[in-house]
């Protein structure tokens, strides 16, 4: 353990800036050769929907696979086990709901953002604006999460131990990101996104072959290992329970977790953006099933990389160290191969914090510019094509702001719970909308508000009421104690009540387009009438 604590502080920090450096560098020229094409609107929302779907399966990857699935869940894998693979579980299977029940529906629908569609058979400005604020809502949350990843990698590979240097880094990572989006809009972080997702899948893929030839590609030893190596704990690695099955408050979290996981990628606005860039809906179909089996490839690699760092590194090692569970895959790297492998694991890492930042700012960037300030202050009626596109570059701006001072407030906290916390504010207030929206014919605009509103204040009322927040030494505020909601994860209550304030909302109002929604059922359903429908 000691061994690992110097390696990591005499781990060669001029290296692991170097090979991110390059990166940086690299992507910077990528994002400016792309912004040469970026003039319109749809060019700087939706890539000029000109991306196929392999290109755009592999940039949802990019965009997915983020700081929690590559820190958060190989240290939850490598600490808990059966518990720890679970998230990878939920994380994949979320993509069936998204590939059957939205993603086609959506880009037929749609044509920049979230808003687009709810707002398709409502009143416009009330629904856009709780489409836009739900957005920027659950774009916070999961930006909160990425920057906190920054601050673990920073602390572990520089030896930026103090509030400060972090916070500098923190920083700096986010002006990076701020660039990315000015200057490309969504074809430049569109491209940073497919590098970084092949950078990624293949540095995971290396490692993985790395553990398993240690163990004679063999995961039965592999995992008898890391039970070894844990000692008297070490049979929990391979049983439900390590995590949440200690007390029925617990197993009802795991419960809550799941729920929130599995409905929540459907509802992520910059997931469900991806979908406009691509040129029709038989694409948008071909992504999702490419994101599928790379991200499905993706998590198998976790489940080696997990049971190998608790094998390889040791829990204890990886309790110790900075960052705490967050830091067992640049433990596993830096035990595997070293400062250079290190380097390169962790400037992956830095590089996947940028893309799923760039990804979530442009979205929010674009939700406001698109819907509050297009269609709600302007109502529509825009002289200067050239405003809104600016007006979203000016939120960008502001977004990277409270982007890093969130970061640096959060920097301490688990990357992949953050993460958890941003799909259960999507599932409570975003999916429930739009199936409504998409599959009943009775919803109209007061469900919608109600839907979304009541989904999105239960579910942030409830996080701040549990002990995630206050209440336990792992708290946010671990001095404070106001917990008197018992479940980390607040989905299994927020989802279903979003459910029945959609249905209450519609059910009190008598207002109904029966007209529009047939429109809405054919286009959605055909394409007929969506941007750059072709005839397939």
């Known amino acids: 353990m000691t061994h690992l604590a110097q390696g990591l502080q005499g781990s060669n920090p001029l290296l692991n800036i170097g090979i991110f450096a390059a990166f940086v560098m690299v992507t910077l020229v990528v994002v400016l050769r792309a912004s040469r094409n970026t003039r319109s609107a749809s060019d700087y929302y939706a890539a000029g929907r000109a991306f196929s779907g392999p290109q755009n399966g592999i940039a949802i990857a990019g965009d997915y696979l983020s700081a929690a699935s590559f820190l958060g869940i ?51 400005r009330p629904v856009r604006a709780a489409a836009a604020t739900s957005t920027l809502a659950v774009s916070f949350f999961y930006l909160l999460a990425q920057m906190a990843g920054a601050g673990v990698l920073v602390s572990l590979l520089l030896g930026v131990t103090s509030a400060t240097g972090q916070a500098v880094v923190i920083a700096i990572v986010g002006v990076i990101m701020i660039v990315y989006v000015l200057v490309g809009g969504m074809k430049g972080t569109t491209w ?5 997702a092949v950078l990624l899948i293949s540095g995971a893929a290396a490692m993985t072959l790395w553990v398993l030839g240690r163990s004679g590609f063999d995961l039965s030893a592999l995992m008898q290992s890391a039970v070894d190596r844990a000692g008297t704990a070490g049979e929990k690695l391979l049983n439900p329970g390590a995590r949440y099955g200690k007390t029925e408050t617990s197993k009802l979290d795991f419960l809550s977790l799941g729920l929130a996981l599995v409905l929540g990628t459907a509802g992520l606005p910059h997931v469900l953006m991806r979908f406009y860039t691509v040129p029709t809906a038989k694409e948008a179909r071909r992504s999702v099933v490419w994101a599928i089996w790379l991200i ?33 895959a640049p433990l596993l790297a830096q035990a595997l191969g070293g400062p250079v492998l290190l380097g390169f694991i962790s400037a992956v890492a830095f590089a996947t914090i940028l893309a799923v930042v760039a990804g ?36 960008a701006l502001v977004i990277g702001a409270v982007a890093i001072i969130g970061g640096i407030l959060a920097r301490n906290q688990n990357v992949a719970f ?7 504010v999507a599932a409570s207030a975003n ?48 001095g404070a104690d106001f917990d008197w909601f018992p479940l980390q994860n607040p989905g299994l209550v927020s989802i279903p ?12 109002s008598r207002e109904h387009d029966a007209a529009k929604y047939a429109e809405m059922e054919v286009r959605s359903l055909t394409g007929a009438g969506a941007e750059r429908a072709v005839a397939h």
């Not at 940073?192 to 970084?196: R, T, W």
């Not at 953050?418 to 259960?424: K, M």
């Not at 009540?497 to 009190?508: A, D, K, R």
Request: no cysteine.
């Open 192 to 196: 940073v996104q497919i590098i970084k």
């Open 431 to 478: 999916l429930p909308t739009i199936l409504y929206s998409l599959f009943w014919k009775r919803f109209n605009t007061s469900g919608a508000l109600w839907s979304i509103y009541g989904g999105l204040t239960t579910t942030i009322v409830l996080i701040l009421f549990s002990p995630a927040v206050s209440g336990t030494p792992e708290s946010m505020l671990p």
């Open 360 to 395: 979530l700012t442009i979205t929010a960037s674009a939700s406001f510019a698109h819907d509050i300030y297009a269609n709600v202050i302007k109502r529509g009626d825009l002289e200067d094509k050239q405003a809104e596109v600016r007006v979203a570059r000016i939120t």
């Open 418 to 424: 953050l993460v958890a916390l941003a799909f259960a």
């Open 296 to 328: 499905g490839l993706f998590y198998l690699f976790t489940l080696v990389l997990g049971y190998g760092a608790g094998a390889i590194v040791g829990p204890e090692a990886i309790k110790s160290a900075p960052g705490g569970s967050n830091s067992a």
């Open 74 to 124: 190989v240290g939850a894998i490598a600490l808990y086990g059966y518990d720890g693979f679970l998230y990878s579980i939920g994380f994949l299977v979320a993509w069936l709901v998204a590939l059957l029940l939205v993603a086609e529906l959506l880009r037929n629908t749609g044509k920049y953002t979230m808003g687009d569609v709810l707002a398709f058979r409502m009143r416009q």
């Open 497 to 508: 009540l979003s459910f029945f304030f959609g249905w209450l909302g519609t059910v009190l």
